[in-house]
T-cell receptor, first 113, second 114 residues
């Protein structure tokens, strides 16, 4: 069966520090991968998606970047965090076929102070 | 106009009653529809998917889809306090859209009172 791992669960970082969040999927090949952010009390905002190794699409301009160095690995990064980067970050995966279900990792609660 | 709209709530429901959640979407060619449950501080959990007009039942949950009206709903029968959560509606848009992305509504918060 497929599983998705996301870490760390919580992170407190000072403004201006770098960020690296990692996500890996097991039990499937060539998945679509996604990074979402959820600000407190808000809906899900799609940040990045990837349909293959090295292929990254950005949905919104921001202080963040993403990379997919391996088929089942997705990384979210920042060189210098802003206060506005605080939020709940969710990695998700989906089989590359129409109408397939989207599954989320357990999320990372990021607080930038 | 938002692509996927939900009433933010909170929807207050007595224990044992039926909770009715609604979701409308703007893209007429949307193909698939999903309901997620999200507890506070946790990630969304898929509870229902529906692809064809009509009703689909799974345990205490029933999803209803009306593509002509661009409307999808979720019924929770015999509501329990453990059903208290935010319910997210998600819609898969145009066929072969880049990234095969889902668009999420803002969620409806449900409170089931004992």
């Amino acid at each position: 069966s497929q599983t998705i791992h996301q870490w760390p669960a919580t992170l407190v970082q000072p403004v201006g520090s770098p960020l690296s969040l990692e996500c890996t999927v097991e039990g499937t090949s060539n998945p679509n991968l996604y990074w979402y952010r959820q600000a407190a009390g808000r809906g899900l905002q799609l940040l990045f998606y990837s349909v293959g190794i090295g292929q990254i699409s950005s949905e919104v301009p921001q202080n963040l970047s993403a990379s997919r160095p391996q088929d089942r690995q997705f990384i979210l990064s920042s060189k210098k965090l802003l206060l506005s980067d605080s939020g709940f970050y969710l990695c998700a995966w989906r089989i590359q076929a129409i109408n397939e279900k989207l599954f989320f990792g357990s999320g990372t609660q990021l607080s930038v102070l | 106009q938002k692509e996927v709209e939900q009433n933010s709530g909170p929807l207050s429901v007595p224990e044992g009653a039926i909770a009715s959640l609604n979701c409308t979407y703007s893209d007429r060619v949307s193909q698939s529809f999903f309901w997620y449950r999200q507890y506070s501080g946790k990630s969304p959990e898929l509870i229902m998917s529906i692809y064809s007009n009509g009703d689909k039942e799974d345990g205490r949950f029933t999803a209803q889809l009306n593509k002509a009206s661009q409307y999808v709903s979720l019924l929770i029968r015999d509501s329990q306090p453990s059903d208290s959560a935010t319910y997210l509606c998600a819609v898969n848009g145009r066929i072969k859209a880049a990234g095969n992305k889902l668009t999420f509504g803002g969620g409806t918060r449900v409170l089931v009172k004992p």
